[in-house]
């Protein structure tokens, strides 16, 4: 073989391997980041937890954990950066060491989840999520 044909033959068999790999990328998985905050662009208190729980069956739950921005990126729950493509429904869950003030800020329907989904597949890069305030002097629902 001369040396241009190995040349093409070796690069030819890179790109089949890279394919294979992804590219530091597991299949039927995206790596979402993304920003939460209220309608009034505050954000959340640091470390709220984000749930995504699967409503599509056979794939992993997810979470992301608030940062001081507002920013979080999914995590699966089983383990591995990421969330599987899939529906989601979101949860919010208050960060370690809050109270019952936590969520009166917003409607229980952000707590259990009935209220807010996603959608991840391959296209998602990030999600934005936005969150309506409870009405001042509106009492929570939550037991």
């Known amino acids: 073989m001369n040396a241009k044909l190995r ?6 068999a890179l790109a089949g ?15 979402v980041k993304g920003k939460v905050a209220f309608e009034d662009g505050s954000p959340l208190p640091e470390r709220t937890m984000l749930v995504l729980s699967s409503t599509t069956g056979g794939v992993d739950d ?28 979101v949860s919010v869950r208050a960060p370690e060491g809050s109270g019952h003030e936590f ?28 969150l309506k305030s409870r009405a001042k002097g509106k009492k929570s629902r939550r037991s």
């Open 62 to 89: 997810a979470y992301g954990v608030v940062d001081s921005n507002g920013e979080f990126e999914l995590q699966r729950a089983a383990g591995g950066s990421g969330a599987h493509f899939g529906r989601y429904a």
């Open 103 to 130: 969520y009166e800020k917003f409607e229980k329907a952000y707590i259990d989840g009935s209220l807010l989904s996603v959608e991840v597949n391959e296209g998602t890069e990030s999600l934005d999520l936005v």
């Open 17 to 31: 391997v890279a394919s294979l790999v992804g590219c530091g990328t597991e299949a039927g998985v995206a790596q």
């Open 7 to 12: 040349l093409i033959v070796g690069a030819l």
